[in-house]
């Protein structure tokens, strides 16, 4: 799980242009949206992208999203029970 | 009556007609700028190279014009034109879409497939509610820029727009040459 | 007779045009709209994409050339059919084209089309073609705002009337939709998979459409009750997102607020909306007419008609709105049902008659750029 964490965090900061960020600048439970690395709703859509692309999960519905990226640690658990790559 | 004007290409960064000292050339030196003269505005790398060359222009202009507030105000237009549109995000974008056995389209890249994007960057950023616009035309050509910027000022509001040219053919192939010009 | 406003001249519609898959001229098309017609229907694996959607298309087979784009054919054929009974000349220096458009010839991006040369991709290229054809001396203007880029060229020739440097300018607003676009908006997850539901409860999204639509503006100083002029038109940012719109709808209420002007809201027969269905615009939308005092005036949307036309929609829905009051009609907004807005609008399925006169059109756009035109027959005191 852990390797997971570090390698969504990387994927994270690449898809979404996050420049400056390193894996240990993000913890894992803070909030992604809103106050945390404040990501909009753009991010949010790209996350999806990035959840088909390297993990074979689809989300039909973008109000899935607020649930699952509420932050690395929930996404990654997600991920882990959904992952068809 | 024009103040200020900011020129950028792959080689050179002038403000006022001065060269400014930079050590790298092309997307290189992009970035560069941005740290040096801007620094705290991270969604700059979430930019396609058309709003960053313009963005980058607008901040060293402003930065020129001094006295920054960033307090809202409607009288002052953000009116660019070029000759490629949106074309590096353009390219961009379709390389995510081209391949069927790799197709995911990417709504970040999307977003950025429209030419004025980059006037919204720099109304986000300074908090224009003023007028922007987006214009091409396929040669450039002062005389038509000044026209229509000069034509903007009917607008019964407006008394100050940040125009001119700013184009990109790709990630390494850019210009841009703006300028404030306040109403006589 | 309406003298001049204010000591200006007055901006007057000559003629105008509309192909869609609606029609060919304006009122065919007013006609189909006003009984309820679309062309939009459900499209699966069109293009390779994976995803179905929704769209109102033209017939790509009836405009197959090798020689021009879809875009560019249709441009030309909608400026010929506005131009026909008028005494324009397009050779004199004194007629301007502005062309208006989102993604104009984008299709020639795909490395699969191997017919016409890439440069084309560029809009000035592609305005080059039109103006050459109607032997044109003068660097064609591409208006590419966004989604607002109908109502920009409208305001850009009342500007270029205005200053005296021409004396006739023809707008042309088209966009053709493709795989780039569709795609570009289902990864938005922008688009409905079915017919479009603008400013209703049950609304999820927006359908797509082709069109080119052409007016032609000349300048006046007197016009007949029967004349449409272009009063006021303004443009105005959110400064708050480059793709949502602004939750206070700041930039849409200042257009409106400037459009709007003096004139006393009770003299508008409605407004005619951008109203592309999604949650977020049509709200913003309510709030911005309630914002500018506008709340008891009729609104409507074209798009359960012709789905959003893009680059066209500001010409094409300016044209509509205009026919709809030569015909005494506030067109019914088609997909509405059930309002689903939190500030009140007065919008309905069904044709209603006005004896006014005036009526605004709003858009809004990418890049949080909106905008508003004030349209009067036979002018505003």
Request: aromatic share 8%; with cysteine.
């Amino acid at each position: 799980m852990e390797e997971l964490i570090y390698k969504l965090k990387q994927q994270i900061i690449e898809a979404l242009n996050l420049e400056d960020m390193k894996p240990e600048d993000i913890d894992d439970n803070a909030s992604l949206f809103g106050e945390g690395l404040g990501l909009d709703s753009i991010d949010a859509l790209e996350l999806i992208v990035m959840m088909e692309k390297n993990y074979g999960i689809k989300l039909q519905d973008p109000a899935q999203g607020k649930e699952i990226f509420k932050s690395v640690a929930v996404m990654a658990d997600f991920i882990q029970k959904n992952r068809t790559k | 009556m024009i103040r200020h004007c900011v020129h950028i290409s792959p080689n050179e960064v002038k403000v006022d007609g001065k060269a400014l000292i930079h050590n790298d050339k092309g997307s290189t030196m992009l970035t560069e700028l941005y740290r040096t003269y801007v620094g705290d505005y991270p969604k700059f790398f979430k930019m396609d190279t058309l709003s960053r060359v313009g963005f980058l222009a607008s901040e060293l202009l402003l930065n020129a014009e001094g006295n920054r507030c960033f307090e809202p105000r409607e009288d002052r237009a953000v009116i660019f034109f070029n000759r490629n549109a949106s074309l590096q995000a353009d390219t961009h974008y379709q390389s995510t879409i081209q391949n069927p056995e790799n197709y995911f389209p990417s709504p970040a890249a999307f977003v950025y497939t429209l030419p004025n994007i980059v006037t919204g960057e720099i109304a986000i950023r300074n908090k224009y509610f003023g007028e922007t616009s987006f214009m091409i035309i396929d040669d450039f050509d002062e005389k038509i820029i000044m026209k229509n910027l000069e034509n903007a000022f009917q607008d019964p509001i407006t008394k100050s727009i940040i125009g001119g040219w700013v184009d990109c053919s790709d990630e390494e192939h850019f210009e841009a040459d703006i300028f404030i010009m306040e109403k006589d | 007779m309406e003298e001049k406003i204010g000591g200006k001249r007055m901006i007057v519609k000559v003629s105008d045009n509309i192909i869609s898959p609606l029609g060919t001229t304006s009122a065919e098309n007013y006609a189909a709209v006003k009984a309820g017609m679309s062309a939009l229907r459900r499209y699966d694996g069109l293009w390779g994409l994976p995803e179905p959607f929704f769209a109102s298309l033209l017939d790509r087979k009836a405009y197959a050339d090798d020689r021009q784009t879809i875009d560019e054919k249709i441009v030309i054929d909608s400026i010929s059919k506005a131009l026909e009974g008028t005494v324009i000349d397009t050779t004199w220096t004194k007629v301007l084209f502005i062309i208006s458009t989102t993604k104009g010839n984008v299709f020639l991006l795909d490395e699969r089309e191997n017919g016409l040369p890439k440069e084309r991709v560029r809009l000035g290229m592609m305005a080059r073609e039109v103006t050459k054809h109607f032997c044109n001396p003068n660097e064609p203007i591409v208006v590419s705002n966004a989604c607002i880029s109908g109502v920009c060229a409208q305001i850009e020739a009342m500007r270029y009337l205005e200053s005296g440097e021409y004396d006739y300018v023809i707008v042309c607003g088209v966009d053709v939709q493709s795989a780039f676009i569709v795609s570009g908006f289902q990864s938005f997850k922008a688009l409905s998979q079915e017919a479009c539901k603008p400013f209703d409860a049950n609304r999820c999204g927006l359908n797509l459409g082709d069109a080119a639509a052409t007016i032609i503006y000349t300048r006046k100083d007197k016009v007949n009750d029967n004349e449409w002029v272009a009063c006021r038109g303004a443009i105005r940012n959110d400064a708050n997102h480059i793709s949502g719109p602004s939750r206070v709808g700041e930039g849409s209420y200042r257009a409106l607020r400037v459009a709007l002007g003096d004139l006393d809201p009770s003299e508008l027969a409605f407004i005619n909306a951008h109203g592309t269905a999604t949650p977020y615009n049509d709200e913003m939308e309510s709030i911005a007419i309630e914002r500018a005092g506008l709340s008891s005036v009729p609104v409507n949307s074209l798009k359960g008609y012709y789905g959003h036309t893009m680059g066209a929609a500001g010409v094409l829905e300016t044209i509509i709105s205009m026919q709809a009051i030569d015909d005494h009609n506030i067109l019914a907004t088609r997909g509405f049902d059930t309002l689903g807005v939190t500030h009140h609008l007065d919008v309905t399925d069904q044709n209603r008659n006005t004896e006014k006169r005036v009526f605004i059109k709003l858009l809004s756009g990418f890049g949080g750029c909106n905008a508003a035109l004030l349209m009067a027959k036979g002018g505003v005191q």
